[in-house]
């Protein structure tokens, strides 16, 4: 099994940065029954750079992997996970993790390995990178989303495309007016940081 050696890197603050556990993606894979294993690996480019193993108990989960800090000694962690559960709107159950960290005990859908266990991202003071976005860094990320739904070049620069095929027109009409919306925010935000001046300002 893989383990985790590096330990928290300081100045990455994202969550996006971390390895994670989703709890709402084992529930929809049908994972949560007790006495199944999960194993989770990450890879890097194609090459496995971490894994653990979660097995599955009533109320709770154990977390399995072998952990080192700046290249120190391995060191073999096991350690439960208390789950909780709500009441969905339209029957069943919602399954929640418990954060492990002292004193937390929050009740959340994704725990991150910022250090020595995971736990949640407010106890490792993680954001979501969105909320560390510009308003240009929003309407930039949000238009190469419908670029990419069109199959058309990253960057607003690059021109637009043509309708994909089997698109329904009334789709793209709505998707080349949101994509403009945005590229006209991204290319005000542009101009007015560059301090150059358009026929909208006279």
Known sequence: ??????????????????????????????YLMPGRYIDCQWSRYGEKISAINAKIKVGRIRLIYNYRRNG?????????????????????VRYWFTCPAVG?????????????????????????????????????RRANKIRA???????????????PKGMHWLTYDHLVATHENYSNQLLMGITAKLGIVTDRGL
Request: hydrophobic share 30%; charged share 25%.
């Open 104 to 140: 937390c005990g929050r009740r959340i859908a994704v725990l991150y390995l910022g250090g020595k266990i995971f736990a949640c991202r407010h106890c490792y003071q993680l954001v979501y990178k969105s909320q560390r976005e510009t308003v240009d860094d929003r309407a930039a």
């Open 1 to 30: 099994m893989g383990g985790y050696g590096s330990g928290r890197k300081f100045g990455a603050e994202c969550t996006e940065d971390y390895q994670s556990i989703d709890i709402r993606r084992w529930q929809r894979d049908g």
């Open 72 to 92: 120190g000694e391995w060191e073999s962690l096991d350690y439960p996970v208390r789950l909780q559960t709500t009441a969905c709107n339209y029957g069943g």
């Open 149 to 163: 739904k069109l199959n058309w070049e990253p960057g607003i620069l690059n021109g637009n495309g043509w309708k």
